[in-house]
């Protein structure tokens, strides 16, 4: 189970990132979860928010730079030891990892990370057999 | 179609009595009417009576934007003001801009020049122009318009700017020629493509487009997108506006108009003539000019000339396209840079937009750093910084490969780059020199 993030170009000018997030505030769209990757001369703005087609189509109308990512949103236990835990999964299953971060809230009492891989299906077959809950759309939507 | 068969398909030796017996006459009526010239070929130690043909014309002294600029309004007309029909303004190199004035025969040699021009780039009589260069002060507008009239055009005064409005026009009127500048031209496509007109449907099949230099990939480009030839027309006001030398179908070089143009290469720094085919700085001699007339006025632009006859039956010598000007060349690091030259890079590299300007800026250490804008195209944007990376390092490697220079590239966003409907800025020099 797949959900969308949004990547968004940001020259590396004063009042850019704002201007990206007041914009989507104003379409009344929450943001999720966030990062920011950065070069020396720009960023990438990276988000999971509750409404991305609509945000994709407002981010354009204000003339930014923006793409769609599939990403894997996983249930991790916050707890010492709870990513590692996950990570192992991965690392004995030879699973390339291109970059993550977590959200900001919890469901339930659980902490949610969102990860980029180099093959998101054969992460989330893994991740199914070893009984770690994918969340959904739905899911997020409702966090 | 040839406009002017007779002179066009001169054969050069004729061509070159016809330019001895005008720059013989040229000289004569500088030495009565004009005080500047008078003064010039005293101080150079030539007379009237040194020349016999257009050979001798290396002995006249060279006349500079300077000269023109330091005699402002008036003083390098060859008749009295009430005998002057027109009056353009170009921009000086500093202070006073630089004022030209046409007499009534220079206007007519005007519009002669460019409807040999026009028709030289495909252009028929009872086709419709849209004419959006500016129309005033600038020669490109009013240039073109006596031309199209020349040749029998309809004619659509557009003038420049309004894009939305140009492009109703277009699409209402239908006309079959297009002129302005080449950046203009690109402008329009873009905004065509905001407001889902479709651009290759568009009746314009021939664009001439000129007052700025441009390379052949911004031509690709440009016929590309609107499905037209793009044709490049040559001229700066100093000489007569646009319509001194023009591309036809075969686009290898420019025919100049070399009855009344006459073309000199010279090497800038040590002034000598240099052989046919080198590239180097254009002198041109308006020979028949009245209002302000001219010698061997420094264009400031680097071409070749080619003498050989073209095979769209003209006989006229044709410049190649502007390779840079000599003022317009940056100099980074001792090594000399054409905007040009960057743009030929950017055009051969998918994902990258045309759109490009160059920073220059003096180092701590007294270095200079040339860094190289560049608008990303949206459907190249990747999620990954290594990705973008790795693509403003190949930029940089390809222009390297060209200028033999280190250059700093940076992605920016998509229309960032200040656009002008008429001339694009692309270079920031924020060197104090």
Not at chain 1, 61 to 78: L, M, P, Q, R
Not at chain 2, 85 to 107: A, C, F, K, M, W
Not at chain 2, 111 to 123: P, Q, T
Not at chain 2, 144 to 171: A, D, E, F
């Given at each position: 189970m797949k959900i969308i993030q949004l990547s968004i170009f940001l020259e590396n000018k004063k009042g850019r990132l704002y201007e990206a997030v007041q914009a989507l505030g104003e379409a009344s769209i929450n943001i999720k979860a966030l990062t920011i990757a950065e070069s020396e001369e720009f960023g990438v703005l990276r988000i999971v928010v509750d409404k991305p087609e609509t945000a994709l189509q407002v981010l354009k109308e204000k003339g930014f730079v923006a793409s769609i990512t599939d990403i894997v949103a996983v249930e991790v236990n916050d707890r010492p030891g709870g990513l590692a835990g996950v990570l192992k999964i991965f690392n004995d299953q030879d699973i390339n990892v291109e970059y993550m971060y977590a959200f900001d809230e919890k469901n339930a009492d659980n902490a949610i990370v969102v990860f980029r891989f180099d093959d998101s299906d054969k992460a989330i077959a893994v991740l199914a057999k070893n009984k770690i809950r994918v969340l959904g759309k739905k899911e997020i939507q409702g966090i | 179609?040839?406009?002017?068969?007779?002179?066009?398909?001169?054969?050069?030796?004729?061509?070159?009595?016809?330019?001895?017996?005008?720059?013989?006459?040229?000289?004569?009526?500088?030495?009565?009417?004009?005080?500047?010239?008078?003064?010039?070929?005293?101080?150079?130690?030539?007379?009237?009576?040194?020349?016999?043909?257009?050979?001798?014309?290396v002995k006249l002294p060279f006349t500079t934007k300077e000269d023109l600029r330091d005699h402002y309004p008036f003083e390098l007309f060859g008749r009295p003001l009430k005998e002057i029909r027109e009056l353009h303004v170009t921009s000086g190199t500093t202070g006073n801009p630089v004022v030209v004035g046409y007499s009534q025969e220079d206007i007519d040699l005007w519009a002669e020049v460019i409807a040999r021009s026009l028709c030289c780039g495909?252009?028929?009589?009872?086709?419709?122009?849209?004419?959006?260069?500016?129309?005033?002060?600038?020669?490109?507008?009013?240039?073109?318009?006596?031309?199209?009239?020349?040749?029998?055009?309809?004619?659509?005064?557009?003038?420049?700017?309004?894009?939305?409005?140009?492009?109703?026009?277009?699409?209402?009127?239908?006309?079959?020629v297009l002129a302005c500048t080449p950046s203009y031209a690109m402008y329009m496509a873009e905004t065509a493509r905001e407001l889902g007109v479709l651009t290759k449907e568009c009746?314009?099949?021939?664009?001439?487009?000129?007052?700025?230099?441009?390379?052949?990939?911004?031509?690709?480009?440009?016929?590309?997108?609107?499905?037209?030839?793009?044709?490049?027309?040559?001229?700066?006001?100093?000489?007569?506006?646009?319509?001194?030398?023009?591309?036809?179908?075969?686009?290898?070089?420019?025919?100049?108009?070399?009855?009344?143009?006459?073309?000199?290469?010279?090497?800038?720094?040590?002034?000598?003539?240099?052989?046919?085919?080198?590239?180097?700085?254009?002198?041109?001699?308006?020979?028949?000019?009245?209002?302000?007339?001219l010698f061997r006025y420094r264009t400031r632009d680097i071409v070749n000339i080619n003498y050989e006859g073209c095979a769209c039956g003209r006989q006229s010598p044709r410049i190649s396209k502007i390779l840079g000007r000599t003022d317009d060349m940056i100099i980074v690091r001792g090594i000399n840079i054409f905007p040009s030259q960057i743009e030929e890079v950017l055009l051969a590299i998918e994902g990258?937009?045309?759109?490009?300007?160059?920073?220059?800026?003096?180092?701590?250490?007294?270095?200079?750093?040339?860094?190289?804008?560049?608008?990303?195209?949206?459907?190249?944007?990747?999620?990954?910084?290594?990705?973008?990376?790795?693509?403003?390092?190949?930029?940089?490697?390809?222009?390297?490969?060209?200028?033999?220079?280190?250059?700093?590239?940076?992605?920016?966003?998509?229309?960032?780059?200040?656009?002008?409907?008429?001339?694009a800025r692309r270079i920031i020099d924020k060197r104090e020199i």
């Amino acid at each position: 189970m797949k959900i969308i993030q949004l990547s968004i170009f940001l020259e590396n000018k004063k009042g850019r990132l704002y201007e990206a997030v007041q914009a989507l505030g104003e379409a009344s769209i929450n943001i999720k979860a966030l990062t920011i990757a950065e070069s020396e001369e720009f960023g990438v703005l990276r988000i999971v928010v509750d409404k991305p087609e609509t945000a994709l189509q407002v981010l354009k109308e204000k003339g930014f730079v923006a793409s769609i990512t599939d990403i894997v949103a996983v249930e991790v236990n916050d707890r010492p030891g709870g990513l590692a835990g996950v990570l192992k999964i991965f690392n004995d299953q030879d699973i390339n990892v291109e970059y993550m971060y977590a959200f900001d809230e919890k469901n339930a009492d659980n902490a949610i990370v969102v990860f980029r891989f180099d093959d998101s299906d054969k992460a989330i077959a893994v991740l199914a057999k070893n009984k770690i809950r994918v969340l959904g759309k739905k899911e997020i939507q409702g966090i | 179609m040839i406009f002017n068969e007779k002179i066009e398909c001169l054969e050069r030796k004729r061509l070159g009595e016809l330019q001895s017996r005008r720059l013989i006459d040229l000289v004569k009526r500088v030495s009565h009417q004009s005080a500047f010239y008078q003064k010039k070929l005293a101080e150079s130690g030539v007379s009237r009576k040194d020349i016999h043909s257009i050979d001798d014309i290396v002995k006249l002294p060279f006349t500079t934007k300077e000269d023109l600029r330091d005699h402002y309004p008036f003083e390098l007309f060859g008749r009295p003001l009430k005998e002057i029909r027109e009056l353009h303004v170009t921009s000086g190199t500093t202070g006073n801009p630089v004022v030209v004035g046409y007499s009534q025969e220079d206007i007519d040699l005007w519009a002669e020049v460019i409807a040999r021009s026009l028709c030289c780039g495909g252009a028929l009589p009872g086709d419709m122009i849209q004419v959006a260069y500016g129309y005033g002060l600038f020669t490109g507008g009013l240039g073109l318009h006596y031309g199209s009239l020349k040749l029998g055009l309809t004619v659509i005064p557009c003038s420049s700017g309004q894009t939305k409005r140009q492009l109703k026009i277009l699409q209402d009127f239908k006309p079959r020629v297009l002129a302005c500048t080449p950046s203009y031209a690109m402008y329009m496509a873009e905004t065509a493509r905001e407001l889902g007109v479709l651009t290759k449907e568009c009746s314009w099949q021939i664009g001439i487009f000129g007052a700025e230099p441009w390379s052949e990939g911004m031509r690709k480009e440009i016929e590309h997108c609107w499905g037209m030839s793009a044709i490049d027309i040559y001229g700066l006001s100093e000489i007569i506006g646009p319509g001194v030398a023009c591309e036809c179908h075969c686009k290898k070089g420019l025919h100049i108009a070399a009855d009344v143009f006459y073309p000199e290469v010279i090497d800038p720094q040590t002034l000598k003539t240099l052989p046919p085919g080198s590239s180097g700085e254009l002198v041109l001699t308006p020979l028949t000019k009245t209002g302000m007339p001219l010698f061997r006025y420094r264009t400031r632009d680097i071409v070749n000339i080619n003498y050989e006859g073209c095979a769209c039956g003209r006989q006229s010598p044709r410049i190649s396209k502007i390779l840079g000007r000599t003022d317009d060349m940056i100099i980074v690091r001792g090594i000399n840079i054409f905007p040009s030259q960057i743009e030929e890079v950017l055009l051969a590299i998918e994902g990258t937009q045309p759109h490009y300007q160059l920073v220059i800026e003096r180092g701590r250490g007294g270095l200079d750093s040339l860094e190289v804008r560049v608008e990303l195209k949206e459907s190249f944007f990747s999620d990954e910084i290594k990705f973008l990376q790795n693509f403003e390092n190949r930029i940089a490697k390809e222009i390297e490969s060209v200028l033999s220079i280190g250059v700093k590239v940076r992605l920016v966003e998509p229309k960032s780059i200040e656009r002008s409907e008429g001339k694009a800025r692309r270079i920031i020099d924020k060197r104090e020199i």
